[in-house]
Protein backbone atom coordinates (compact mmCIF):
# COMPACT_ATOMS: atom_id res chain seq x y z
CA UNK A 1 0.00 0.00 0.00
CA UNK A 2 1.40 3.48 -0.89
CA UNK A 3 2.38 5.56 2.33
CA UNK A 4 0.19 8.40 1.24
CA UNK A 5 -1.87 10.33 3.40
CA UNK A 6 -3.98 13.31 2.07
CA UNK A 7 -4.64 16.51 4.95
CA UNK A 8 -7.86 18.15 4.07
CA UNK A 9 -8.56 21.43 5.52
CA UNK A 10 -11.65 23.66 5.91
CA UNK A 11 -10.24 27.02 7.35
CA UNK A 12 -12.52 31.04 7.42
CA UNK A 13 -9.53 32.61 8.68
CA UNK A 14 -6.39 30.48 7.87
CA UNK A 15 -6.10 28.73 11.31
CA UNK A 16 -7.06 24.99 10.40
CA UNK A 17 -4.94 25.70 7.57
CA UNK A 18 -2.02 26.35 9.65
CA UNK A 19 -2.47 23.48 11.65
CA UNK A 20 -3.28 21.22 8.30
CA UNK A 21 0.20 22.42 7.39
CA UNK A 22 1.62 21.28 10.19
CA UNK A 23 0.29 17.55 9.93
CA UNK A 24 1.47 17.58 6.51
CA UNK A 25 5.19 18.77 7.73
CA UNK A 26 5.05 15.89 10.87
CA UNK A 27 3.70 13.62 8.18
CA UNK A 28 6.96 14.18 5.92
CA UNK A 29 9.37 13.27 8.94
CA UNK A 30 7.96 10.43 9.04
CA UNK A 31 8.57 9.69 5.38
CA UNK A 32 4.71 9.72 4.08
CA UNK A 33 3.27 11.17 0.59
CA UNK A 34 1.57 13.85 2.23
CA UNK A 35 -1.19 15.77 0.19
CA UNK A 36 -2.16 19.37 1.99
CA UNK A 37 -5.55 20.54 0.54
CA UNK A 38 -8.56 23.06 0.93
CA UNK A 39 -11.48 20.61 1.12
CA UNK A 40 -12.91 22.55 -2.25
CA UNK A 41 -9.87 22.49 -3.74
CA UNK A 42 -9.45 18.91 -3.92
CA UNK A 43 -11.60 16.87 -6.36
CA UNK A 44 -14.07 14.90 -4.13
CA UNK A 45 -15.31 12.05 -6.31
CA UNK A 46 -11.21 11.26 -5.73
CA UNK A 47 -11.88 11.07 -1.86
CA UNK A 48 -13.57 7.41 -1.77
CA UNK A 49 -10.23 5.99 -3.27
CA UNK A 50 -7.61 7.95 -0.54
CA UNK A 51 -6.59 4.81 1.89
CA UNK A 52 -5.33 7.92 5.25
CA UNK A 53 -7.21 10.95 5.44
CA UNK A 54 -7.26 13.43 8.18
CA UNK A 55 -9.53 15.95 8.36
CA UNK A 56 -8.79 19.60 9.66
CA UNK A 57 -11.74 21.91 10.00
CA UNK A 58 -13.39 25.21 11.85
CA UNK A 59 -16.67 26.03 12.94
CA UNK A 60 -17.58 29.29 11.73
CA UNK A 61 -20.94 31.25 12.95
CA UNK A 62 -23.46 29.01 14.59
CA UNK A 63 -22.39 25.92 13.58
CA UNK A 64 -21.64 26.69 9.53
CA UNK A 65 -18.64 25.04 7.39
CA UNK A 66 -16.28 27.40 6.68
CA UNK A 67 -16.16 29.09 3.47
CA UNK A 68 -13.83 26.60 1.16
CA UNK A 69 -15.55 23.38 2.61
CA UNK A 70 -19.57 24.42 1.73
CA UNK A 71 -19.08 22.47 -1.73
CA UNK A 72 -17.52 19.65 -0.69
CA UNK A 73 -19.45 19.36 1.97
CA UNK A 74 -22.70 20.05 0.43
CA UNK A 75 -21.88 16.70 -2.12
CA UNK A 76 -20.70 14.54 0.99
CA UNK A 77 -24.07 15.12 2.14
CA UNK A 78 -25.89 13.96 -0.72
CA UNK A 79 -28.43 10.86 0.33
CA UNK A 80 -28.06 9.13 -2.82
CA UNK A 81 -24.08 8.08 -1.92
CA UNK A 82 -23.98 4.35 -0.97
CA UNK A 83 -23.05 3.45 2.49
CA UNK A 84 -20.20 1.90 1.44
CA UNK A 85 -18.86 4.94 -0.11
CA UNK A 86 -15.80 5.21 1.67
CA UNK A 87 -15.36 1.59 3.27
CA UNK A 88 -11.70 1.85 2.27
CA UNK A 89 -10.04 5.03 3.99
CA UNK A 90 -9.15 5.48 7.63
CA UNK A 91 -9.22 8.50 9.20
CA UNK A 92 -9.42 11.46 11.98
CA UNK A 93 -10.91 14.52 12.42
CA UNK A 94 -9.16 17.55 13.93
CA UNK A 95 -11.94 20.25 14.73
CA UNK A 96 -10.62 23.81 15.90
CA UNK A 97 -13.07 26.24 17.70
CA UNK A 98 -13.94 28.49 20.84
CA UNK A 99 -15.87 26.69 23.59
CA UNK A 100 -18.01 30.25 24.32
CA UNK A 101 -20.11 29.66 21.20
CA UNK A 102 -22.91 27.43 21.86
CA UNK A 103 -22.07 25.40 18.78
CA UNK A 104 -18.35 24.57 19.51
CA UNK A 105 -16.73 22.47 17.48
CA UNK A 106 -20.27 21.15 15.53
CA UNK A 107 -18.87 21.03 11.98
CA UNK A 108 -16.06 18.65 13.43
CA UNK A 109 -18.87 16.43 15.00
CA UNK A 110 -21.11 16.32 12.30
CA UNK A 111 -17.81 15.58 10.00
CA UNK A 112 -17.41 12.82 11.67
CA UNK A 113 -20.80 11.29 12.33
CA UNK A 114 -21.06 11.76 7.87
CA UNK A 115 -17.30 9.93 7.46
CA UNK A 116 -18.81 6.86 9.65
CA UNK A 117 -22.02 6.74 8.13
CA UNK A 118 -20.50 6.77 4.49
CA UNK A 119 -18.45 3.51 5.79
CA UNK A 120 -15.10 4.92 6.92
CA UNK A 121 -13.01 3.75 9.53
CA UNK A 122 -12.48 5.99 12.28
CA UNK A 123 -8.54 5.73 13.32
CA UNK A 124 -9.10 7.42 16.97
CA UNK A 125 -12.09 9.91 18.25
CA UNK A 126 -11.93 13.46 17.30
CA UNK A 127 -10.13 15.99 18.27
CA UNK A 128 -11.46 19.43 19.46
CA UNK A 129 -9.42 22.17 19.41
CA UNK A 130 -10.32 24.97 22.09
CA UNK A 131 -9.37 28.82 21.43
CA UNK A 132 -10.17 29.06 25.33
CA UNK A 133 -7.75 26.78 26.74
CA UNK A 134 -5.11 28.18 28.24
CA UNK A 135 -2.58 27.00 25.76
CA UNK A 136 -5.12 27.58 22.76
CA UNK A 137 -6.20 24.21 20.19
CA UNK A 138 -2.55 23.25 20.27
CA UNK A 139 -3.44 21.95 23.65
CA UNK A 140 -5.36 18.97 22.15
CA UNK A 141 -3.59 18.85 18.80
CA UNK A 142 -0.87 17.94 20.60
CA UNK A 143 -1.80 14.96 21.88
CA UNK A 144 -3.91 14.24 19.43
CA UNK A 145 -1.40 13.59 16.76
CA UNK A 146 0.76 11.98 18.83
CA UNK A 147 -1.80 9.45 18.62
CA UNK A 148 -2.92 9.90 15.27
CA UNK A 149 1.29 8.96 13.89
CA UNK A 150 1.51 5.83 16.39
CA UNK A 151 -1.76 4.42 14.90
CA UNK A 152 -0.46 5.16 11.37
CA UNK A 153 3.07 3.86 12.08
CA UNK A 154 1.08 0.52 12.77
CA UNK A 155 -0.79 0.85 9.54
CA UNK A 156 1.74 1.94 7.30
CA UNK A 157 5.28 1.36 9.03
CA UNK A 158 8.07 3.20 7.90
CA UNK A 159 9.75 1.19 5.34
CA UNK A 160 13.26 -0.49 6.39
CA UNK A 161 16.23 1.18 6.01
CA UNK A 162 14.85 4.78 6.91
CA UNK A 163 13.86 6.41 10.12
CA UNK A 164 12.09 9.78 10.85
CA UNK A 165 13.88 12.70 10.12
CA UNK A 166 15.18 14.58 13.49
CA UNK A 167 13.91 17.94 14.42
CA UNK A 168 17.70 18.92 14.42
CA UNK A 169 17.21 18.55 10.70
CA UNK A 170 16.30 21.95 9.35
CA UNK A 171 13.46 21.18 6.75
CA UNK A 172 13.39 23.27 3.74
CA UNK A 173 11.18 26.35 3.59
CA UNK A 174 7.53 27.05 2.43
CA UNK A 175 8.30 29.11 -0.23
CA UNK A 176 11.25 29.80 -2.48
CA UNK A 177 12.52 33.60 -2.19
CA UNK A 178 13.81 34.67 -5.74
CA UNK A 179 15.25 38.01 -5.56
CA UNK A 180 15.35 40.59 -8.70
CA UNK A 181 17.95 42.10 -9.92
CA UNK A 182 18.22 46.12 -10.39
CA UNK A 183 17.28 45.58 -14.07
CA UNK A 184 14.50 43.59 -13.91
CA UNK A 185 13.23 45.73 -11.02
CA UNK A 186 12.70 48.39 -12.27
CA UNK A 187 10.40 47.53 -14.80
CA UNK A 188 8.43 45.41 -12.36
CA UNK A 189 5.24 47.50 -10.46
CA UNK A 190 4.58 47.00 -6.89
CA UNK A 191 1.78 49.09 -4.99
CA UNK A 192 3.15 51.70 -3.26
CA UNK A 193 3.36 51.06 0.76
CA UNK A 194 1.74 54.52 2.20
CA UNK A 195 -1.09 55.31 4.35
CA UNK A 196 -2.86 54.56 0.97
CA UNK A 197 -1.28 52.12 0.23
CA UNK A 198 -4.20 50.14 -1.53
CA UNK A 199 -4.59 53.48 -4.21
CA UNK A 200 -2.46 52.10 -6.89
CA UNK A 201 -4.21 48.58 -7.13
CA UNK A 202 -7.68 50.35 -6.81
CA UNK A 203 -8.78 51.05 -10.49
CA UNK A 204 -8.01 47.32 -11.31
CA UNK A 205 -9.72 45.87 -8.69
CA UNK A 206 -12.86 47.25 -10.01
CA UNK A 207 -12.31 46.27 -13.61
CA UNK A 208 -11.12 42.73 -12.76
CA UNK A 209 -14.04 41.36 -10.30
CA UNK A 210 -17.29 41.75 -12.20
CA UNK A 211 -20.79 41.66 -10.34
CA UNK A 212 -19.52 42.90 -7.15
CA UNK A 213 -18.05 39.27 -5.90
CA UNK A 214 -14.86 40.19 -3.93
CA UNK A 215 -12.63 37.99 -1.69
CA UNK A 216 -9.47 38.29 -0.09
CA UNK A 217 -7.47 37.41 -3.43
CA UNK A 218 -9.83 40.09 -5.08
CA UNK A 219 -10.57 42.66 -2.61
CA UNK A 220 -12.89 46.30 -3.13
CA UNK A 221 -10.41 48.90 -2.68
CA UNK A 222 -12.69 50.81 -0.42
CA UNK A 223 -12.40 54.97 0.35
CA UNK A 224 -12.64 55.86 4.05
CA UNK A 225 -15.16 58.47 3.94
CA UNK A 226 -15.17 59.08 8.05
CA UNK A 227 -13.69 57.27 10.95
CA UNK A 228 -15.59 59.52 14.18
CA UNK A 229 -14.90 58.16 17.50
CA UNK A 230 -18.32 57.76 19.12
CA UNK A 231 -17.38 57.86 22.82
CA UNK A 232 -15.48 60.77 24.96
CA UNK A 233 -11.86 61.03 25.21
CA UNK A 234 -12.17 60.44 28.99
CA UNK A 235 -14.37 57.05 28.00
CA UNK A 236 -12.40 53.88 29.04
CA UNK A 237 -12.90 52.46 25.09
CA UNK A 238 -12.45 54.00 22.32
CA UNK A 239 -15.31 53.20 19.79
CA UNK A 240 -15.13 54.26 15.79
CA UNK A 241 -18.01 54.30 13.08
CA UNK A 242 -15.91 53.50 9.90
CA UNK A 243 -17.77 55.23 7.22
CA UNK A 244 -16.46 53.65 3.51
CA UNK A 245 -17.59 54.21 0.09
CA UNK A 246 -18.21 51.26 -1.58
CA UNK A 247 -20.14 53.45 -5.05
CA UNK A 248 -19.50 51.92 -7.78
CA UNK A 249 -18.46 48.48 -6.32
CA UNK A 250 -21.85 46.68 -6.64
CA UNK A 251 -21.72 45.00 -3.66
CA UNK A 252 -25.04 44.04 -2.27
CA UNK A 253 -25.39 43.00 1.30
CA UNK A 254 -28.73 42.17 3.79
CA UNK A 255 -28.93 43.01 7.61
CA UNK A 256 -26.62 40.43 9.21
CA UNK A 257 -24.12 40.07 6.63
CA UNK A 258 -20.14 40.82 7.40
CA UNK A 259 -17.96 42.78 6.06
CA UNK A 260 -14.17 41.58 6.10
CA UNK A 261 -11.06 44.30 6.05
CA UNK A 262 -7.37 43.64 5.66
CA UNK A 263 -5.62 45.33 7.73
CA UNK A 264 -2.16 46.55 7.62
CA UNK A 265 0.87 46.63 10.59
CA UNK A 266 0.90 49.77 12.46
CA UNK A 267 3.72 51.63 11.95
CA UNK A 268 5.46 51.71 15.04
CA UNK A 269 5.82 47.76 14.88
CA UNK A 270 7.07 48.02 11.37
CA UNK A 271 9.53 50.48 11.96
CA UNK A 272 10.83 47.95 15.27
CA UNK A 273 10.57 44.76 13.06
CA UNK A 274 13.66 46.75 10.73
CA UNK A 275 15.26 47.83 13.81
CA UNK A 276 16.05 43.85 15.02
CA UNK A 277 16.94 43.25 11.07
CA UNK A 278 18.91 46.47 10.30
CA UNK A 279 20.84 44.77 7.13
CA UNK A 280 17.30 44.19 5.48
CA UNK A 281 16.79 46.66 2.56
CA UNK A 282 13.31 47.97 2.78
CA UNK A 283 13.22 48.37 -0.97
CA UNK A 284 14.41 44.90 -2.21
CA UNK A 285 12.25 43.08 -4.59
CA UNK A 286 11.79 39.32 -4.82
CA UNK A 287 9.30 36.83 -6.10
CA UNK A 288 7.80 33.99 -4.34
CA UNK A 289 7.88 30.44 -5.81
CA UNK A 290 6.11 27.49 -3.95
CA UNK A 291 8.04 24.58 -4.52
CA UNK A 292 5.46 22.09 -2.95
CA UNK A 293 1.70 22.60 -4.69
CA UNK A 294 0.23 21.83 -1.13
CA UNK A 295 1.54 25.36 -0.23
CA UNK A 296 -0.58 28.11 -2.48
CA UNK A 297 1.40 31.35 -2.98
CA UNK A 298 -0.51 34.13 -0.83
CA UNK A 299 -3.19 36.35 -2.38
CA UNK A 300 -1.69 39.20 -4.46
CA UNK A 301 -3.91 41.47 -2.48
CA UNK A 302 -1.67 40.92 0.50
CA UNK A 303 1.13 39.97 -1.47
CA UNK A 304 1.94 41.58 -4.62
CA UNK A 305 4.24 39.97 -7.37
CA UNK A 306 7.15 41.37 -7.02
CA UNK A 307 6.63 42.55 -3.54
CA UNK A 308 9.39 44.78 -1.83
CA UNK A 309 10.69 43.57 1.69
CA UNK A 310 8.88 46.50 2.95
CA UNK A 311 5.64 46.16 1.58
CA UNK A 312 5.45 41.90 3.00
CA UNK A 313 6.61 43.56 6.50
CA UNK A 314 3.41 46.09 6.15
CA UNK A 315 0.82 43.57 4.50
CA UNK A 316 1.69 40.54 4.66
CA UNK A 317 3.51 39.43 7.97
CA UNK A 318 1.96 39.42 10.89
CA UNK A 319 4.20 40.55 13.64
CA UNK A 320 1.50 41.05 16.23
CA UNK A 321 0.63 36.79 16.44
CA UNK A 322 1.55 34.78 19.51
CA UNK A 323 4.37 32.78 17.97
CA UNK A 324 3.11 28.87 18.14
CA UNK A 325 5.36 25.72 19.44
CA UNK A 326 6.99 25.22 15.61
CA UNK A 327 7.55 28.99 16.00
CA UNK A 328 10.80 28.04 18.72
CA UNK A 329 11.88 24.69 16.59
CA UNK A 330 12.52 26.74 13.66
CA UNK A 331 14.64 29.46 16.07
CA UNK A 332 16.67 26.60 17.18
CA UNK A 333 18.43 26.02 14.05
CA UNK A 334 19.32 29.49 13.39
CA UNK A 335 20.96 30.02 16.98
CA UNK A 336 24.78 30.00 17.71
CA UNK A 337 23.87 30.99 21.46
CA UNK A 338 23.65 28.16 23.84
CA UNK A 339 21.26 29.31 26.80
CA UNK A 340 18.83 30.43 23.52
CA UNK A 341 19.02 26.81 21.98
CA UNK A 342 18.14 25.46 24.89
CA UNK A 343 15.21 27.56 25.79
CA UNK A 344 13.96 27.38 22.21
CA UNK A 345 14.14 23.29 22.50
CA UNK A 346 12.06 23.44 25.92
CA UNK A 347 9.49 25.09 24.75
CA UNK A 348 9.12 21.85 22.55
CA UNK A 349 8.84 19.32 25.07
CA UNK A 350 5.42 18.36 26.52
CA UNK A 351 7.28 19.87 29.76
CA UNK A 352 7.80 23.08 28.58
CA UNK A 353 4.52 24.22 28.06
CA UNK A 354 3.75 25.57 31.43
CA UNK A 355 6.84 27.63 30.62
CA UNK A 356 5.93 28.41 27.41
CA UNK A 357 2.21 29.44 28.38
CA UNK A 358 3.80 31.94 31.07
CA UNK A 359 6.16 33.35 28.65
CA UNK A 360 4.04 33.90 25.43
CA UNK A 361 -0.03 33.35 26.05
CA UNK A 362 -0.69 34.65 29.06
CA UNK A 363 1.04 37.68 28.54
CA UNK A 364 0.01 37.95 24.94
CA UNK A 365 3.66 38.27 23.79
CA UNK A 366 3.89 38.59 20.16
CA UNK A 367 6.51 37.79 17.50
CA UNK A 368 8.51 41.05 17.31
CA UNK A 369 8.79 41.21 21.52
CA UNK A 370 10.12 36.89 21.17
CA UNK A 371 12.56 38.15 18.01
CA UNK A 372 13.65 40.91 20.45
CA UNK A 373 13.94 38.99 23.67
CA UNK A 374 16.25 36.07 21.50
CA UNK A 375 18.36 39.25 19.77
CA UNK A 376 21.37 36.55 19.41
CA UNK A 377 19.35 34.65 16.88
CA UNK A 378 17.38 36.72 15.11
CA UNK A 379 19.89 38.37 12.90
CA UNK A 380 20.81 34.70 11.86
CA UNK A 381 17.47 33.96 10.15
CA UNK A 382 17.11 33.82 6.64
CA UNK A 383 14.22 36.23 5.20
CA UNK A 384 13.01 33.43 3.67
CA UNK A 385 12.43 31.65 6.81
CA UNK A 386 10.55 34.45 8.02
CA UNK A 387 7.56 32.66 5.61
CA UNK A 388 7.31 29.87 8.17
CA UNK A 389 8.12 31.64 10.97
CA UNK A 390 5.49 34.46 10.69
CA UNK A 391 1.82 33.36 9.49
CA UNK A 392 -0.35 35.78 6.91
CA UNK A 393 -2.22 38.29 8.41
CA UNK A 394 -5.66 37.27 8.76
CA UNK A 395 -8.73 39.47 7.95
CA UNK A 396 -11.21 41.00 10.41
CA UNK A 397 -15.05 40.17 10.48
CA UNK A 398 -17.27 42.75 11.39
CA UNK A 399 -20.79 42.93 11.73
CA UNK A 400 -22.61 45.62 9.30
CA UNK A 401 -24.13 48.13 11.05
CA UNK A 402 -25.43 50.12 7.87
CA UNK A 403 -28.19 49.51 5.22
CA UNK A 404 -28.58 49.57 1.68
CA UNK A 405 -32.04 50.46 2.09
CA UNK A 406 -30.82 53.73 4.09
CA UNK A 407 -27.34 54.52 3.02
CA UNK A 408 -26.96 53.13 -0.16
CA UNK A 409 -23.44 53.60 -1.33
CA UNK A 410 -21.66 53.87 2.42
CA UNK A 411 -20.62 50.62 4.47
CA UNK A 412 -20.35 51.36 8.19
CA UNK A 413 -19.21 49.21 10.75
CA UNK A 414 -18.96 50.03 14.68
CA UNK A 415 -15.45 49.59 15.34
CA UNK A 416 -14.50 49.23 19.55
CA UNK A 417 -10.40 49.54 19.42
CA UNK A 418 -9.05 47.06 21.37
CA UNK A 419 -6.15 47.97 24.08
CA UNK A 420 -5.58 46.23 27.49
CA UNK A 421 -2.86 45.91 30.25
CA UNK A 422 -1.12 42.30 30.44
CA UNK A 423 2.30 41.59 32.77
CA UNK A 424 4.22 43.85 30.13
CA UNK A 425 5.31 46.63 29.96
CA UNK A 426 3.52 47.90 26.88
CA UNK A 427 -0.04 47.57 26.45
CA UNK A 428 -1.49 45.19 23.91
CA UNK A 429 -2.99 46.32 20.56
CA UNK A 430 -5.87 45.13 18.68
CA UNK A 431 -4.14 44.91 15.04
CA UNK A 432 -7.01 45.97 13.02
CA UNK A 433 -8.85 47.97 15.33
CA UNK A 434 -6.05 50.29 15.86
CA UNK A 435 -4.79 50.68 12.20
CA UNK A 436 -8.73 51.32 11.39
CA UNK A 437 -8.99 54.13 14.09
CA UNK A 438 -5.70 55.97 12.82
CA UNK A 439 -7.17 56.35 9.13
CA UNK A 440 -7.76 59.56 7.27
CA UNK A 441 -10.23 60.92 4.98
CA UNK A 442 -9.90 59.29 1.10
CA UNK A 443 -7.42 56.37 2.92
CA UNK A 444 -8.24 53.09 1.13
CA UNK A 445 -9.17 49.82 2.69
CA UNK A 446 -8.98 46.26 1.10
CA UNK A 447 -12.84 44.87 2.07
CA UNK A 448 -15.42 42.31 0.56
CA UNK A 449 -18.42 40.91 2.27
CA UNK A 450 -19.78 37.48 3.02
CA UNK A 451 -23.37 36.68 3.65
CA UNK A 452 -23.70 36.16 8.03
CA UNK A 453 -25.71 33.68 9.68
CA UNK A 454 -27.96 36.25 10.92
CA UNK A 455 -31.36 35.12 9.33
CA UNK A 456 -34.66 37.75 9.69
CA UNK A 457 -37.98 36.33 9.13
CA UNK A 458 -39.80 36.69 5.66
CA UNK A 459 -42.87 37.54 6.59
CA UNK A 460 -43.88 40.82 7.00
CA UNK A 461 -46.09 40.28 10.57
CA UNK A 462 -43.44 38.45 12.53
CA UNK A 463 -41.73 40.29 15.37
CA UNK A 464 -38.24 40.64 16.06
CA UNK A 465 -36.38 40.85 19.71
CA UNK A 466 -33.08 41.78 19.64
CA UNK A 467 -30.79 41.89 22.19
CA UNK A 468 -27.36 44.00 21.72
CA UNK A 469 -24.85 45.31 24.30
CA UNK A 470 -22.14 47.74 23.32
CA UNK A 471 -21.32 47.53 19.48
CA UNK A 472 -23.63 44.36 19.68
CA UNK A 473 -26.05 46.44 18.42
CA UNK A 474 -24.57 46.52 14.66
CA UNK A 475 -26.20 44.20 12.91
CA UNK A 476 -29.72 45.74 14.63
CA UNK A 477 -29.15 49.17 13.31
CA UNK A 478 -28.70 47.41 9.86
CA UNK A 479 -31.96 45.82 10.25
CA UNK A 480 -33.84 48.51 12.27
CA UNK A 481 -32.32 50.91 9.58
CA UNK A 482 -33.73 48.85 6.86
CA UNK A 483 -36.88 48.06 8.39
CA UNK A 484 -37.33 51.43 8.61
CA UNK A 485 -37.55 52.81 5.53
CA UNK A 486 -39.55 49.98 4.13
CA UNK A 487 -42.12 51.20 6.68
CA UNK A 488 -42.06 47.47 8.36
CA UNK A 489 -45.40 46.80 9.89
CA UNK A 490 -43.52 44.18 12.14
CA UNK A 491 -42.78 44.96 15.94
CA UNK A 492 -39.03 45.62 16.53
CA UNK A 493 -37.75 45.08 20.06
CA UNK A 494 -34.39 46.12 20.69
CA UNK A 495 -33.09 45.76 24.31
CA UNK A 496 -29.49 47.90 24.22
CA UNK A 497 -27.02 48.02 27.04
CA UNK A 498 -24.04 50.11 27.75
CA UNK A 499 -22.12 51.81 30.54
CA UNK A 500 -23.46 55.47 30.13
CA UNK A 501 -26.35 56.90 28.38
CA UNK A 502 -23.66 60.21 27.95
CA UNK A 503 -20.68 57.77 26.63
CA UNK A 504 -21.30 54.81 24.47
CA UNK A 505 -25.18 54.97 23.77
CA UNK A 506 -24.67 54.16 20.27
CA UNK A 507 -27.15 55.64 17.71
CA UNK A 508 -29.50 57.15 20.31
CA UNK A 509 -30.61 59.94 17.79
CA UNK A 510 -31.72 57.69 15.29
CA UNK A 511 -33.92 55.72 17.90
CA UNK A 512 -35.84 58.01 18.51
CA UNK A 513 -36.85 58.97 14.77
CA UNK A 514 -37.43 55.63 14.20
CA UNK A 515 -41.25 54.43 13.32
CA UNK A 516 -43.85 53.58 16.26
CA UNK A 517 -42.94 49.79 15.49
CA UNK A 518 -39.67 50.19 17.02
CA UNK A 519 -39.20 50.66 20.45
CA UNK A 520 -35.83 50.43 22.53
CA UNK A 521 -35.33 49.59 25.98
CA UNK A 522 -32.23 50.48 27.73
CA UNK A 523 -30.04 49.26 30.85
CA UNK A 524 -26.80 51.96 31.23
CA UNK A 525 -24.78 50.30 33.52
CA UNK A 526 -23.15 52.60 35.32
CA UNK A 527 -25.81 55.08 35.59
CA UNK A 528 -26.92 54.03 39.08
CA UNK A 529 -25.86 52.64 41.93
CA UNK A 530 -26.96 48.94 41.24
CA UNK A 531 -25.71 47.67 37.96
CA UNK A 532 -28.19 46.90 35.20
CA UNK A 533 -27.71 44.51 32.20
CA UNK A 534 -29.80 43.50 29.35
CA UNK A 535 -30.66 40.55 31.19
CA UNK A 536 -32.85 42.27 33.91
CA UNK A 537 -34.49 44.58 31.22
CA UNK A 538 -35.50 40.93 29.90
CA UNK A 539 -36.75 39.79 33.09
CA UNK A 540 -38.55 43.02 33.67
CA UNK A 541 -40.52 42.58 30.25
CA UNK A 542 -41.73 39.32 31.06
CA UNK A 543 -45.15 39.89 29.99
CA UNK A 544 -44.31 41.64 26.53
CA UNK A 545 -41.68 38.90 25.61
CA UNK A 546 -44.54 35.90 26.31
CA UNK A 547 -46.67 37.95 23.72
CA UNK A 548 -44.18 38.58 21.21
CA UNK A 549 -42.71 35.28 21.60
CA UNK A 550 -45.68 32.87 22.16
CA UNK A 551 -48.30 34.65 20.95
CA UNK A 552 -46.93 35.93 17.73
CA UNK A 553 -44.32 33.07 16.74
CA UNK A 554 -41.60 35.97 17.40
CA UNK A 555 -38.11 35.59 16.43
CA UNK A 556 -34.97 36.16 19.22
CA UNK A 557 -31.66 37.80 18.26
CA UNK A 558 -28.62 38.00 20.62
CA UNK A 559 -25.31 39.98 19.38
CA UNK A 560 -22.15 40.73 21.38
CA UNK A 561 -19.57 39.41 23.75
CA UNK A 562 -19.06 35.58 24.36
CA UNK A 563 -18.29 35.70 27.75
CA UNK A 564 -21.18 35.61 29.75
CA UNK A 565 -23.66 37.56 28.56
CA UNK A 566 -25.43 35.43 25.70
CA UNK A 567 -25.89 32.39 27.97
CA UNK A 568 -27.22 34.85 30.90
CA UNK A 569 -29.55 36.59 28.57
CA UNK A 570 -30.76 33.02 27.87
CA UNK A 571 -31.54 31.96 31.22
CA UNK A 572 -33.64 35.82 31.27
CA UNK A 573 -36.03 34.48 28.17
CA UNK A 574 -36.44 30.87 29.77
CA UNK A 575 -37.47 32.39 33.34
CA UNK A 576 -40.00 34.87 31.25
CA UNK A 577 -41.78 32.31 29.18
CA UNK A 578 -41.59 30.15 32.29
CA UNK A 579 -44.08 32.55 33.79
CA UNK A 580 -47.18 31.10 31.65
CA UNK A 581 -44.86 27.67 30.05
CA UNK A 582 -43.17 26.52 33.35
CA UNK A 583 -39.60 26.23 33.84
CA UNK A 584 -38.82 22.97 31.74
CA UNK A 585 -41.74 23.57 28.99
CA UNK A 586 -39.85 27.26 28.72
CA UNK A 587 -36.67 25.49 28.25
CA UNK A 588 -37.86 22.96 25.57
CA UNK A 589 -39.62 25.75 23.81
CA UNK A 590 -36.02 28.11 23.71
CA UNK A 591 -34.69 24.55 22.31
CA UNK A 592 -36.95 24.36 19.50
CA UNK A 593 -36.56 28.18 18.45
CA UNK A 594 -33.06 27.39 18.46
CA UNK A 595 -33.59 24.23 16.01
CA UNK A 596 -36.15 26.28 14.08
CA UNK A 597 -33.64 29.16 13.65
CA UNK A 598 -35.79 31.48 15.67
CA UNK A 599 -33.37 32.01 18.71
CA UNK A 600 -29.91 33.27 16.86
CA UNK A 601 -26.74 34.64 18.46
CA UNK A 602 -23.51 36.62 16.90
CA UNK A 603 -21.19 36.64 19.04
CA UNK A 604 -17.10 36.96 19.49
CA UNK A 605 -15.02 36.77 21.99
Not at 5 to 28: D, F, N, P, W
Not at 365 to 394: A, C, S
Not at 591 to 604: A, H, I, S, V
Amino acid sequence: MERRILVLYGSQTGTAQEVAERVGREGKRLHFNVQVSGFDEFPINQLPSEPLVVYVCSTTGQGEEPDNMKRSWRLLLRKNLPADSLTVQRFGVLGLGDSSYPKFNLVAKKLNKRLLQLGAVQLLPPGFGDDQHDLGPDFVVDSWLENFWKLALQILPIPDGKSPISKDVLPEPKYKVVWIDEEISNSCDTVPVTADSCEAAADTAVTTTSGGFYSQQKPFYSKIISCDRLTPESHFQDVRLVRADISGSGIDYSPGDISLVQPHNLQENVDFFFSLFPNLEKEKKFLLEAPDPSFPLPPESVLPRPCTILQAVTTYFDIQSIPKRYFFELLSHFTSDELEKEKFIEFNTAEGQQDLYEYCNRPRRHTLEVLYDFRHTTPNIPFDYLFDLIPQIKPRSFSIASSKAKHRDTLELLVAVVNYRSNLKSPRKGLCSNWLSRLQKDNKISVWTRKGTMKFPKDEETPCVMVGPGTGVAPFRSYISAENVNSCSRKLLLFFGCRNKSADFFFSEEWSSCSEKVEVLTAFSRDQEDKVYVQHLIQKNKAVLCELILDKSGWFYVAGNSKQMPSQVREALVDALAERLGKLEAENYVDQMELKGRYQTETWS
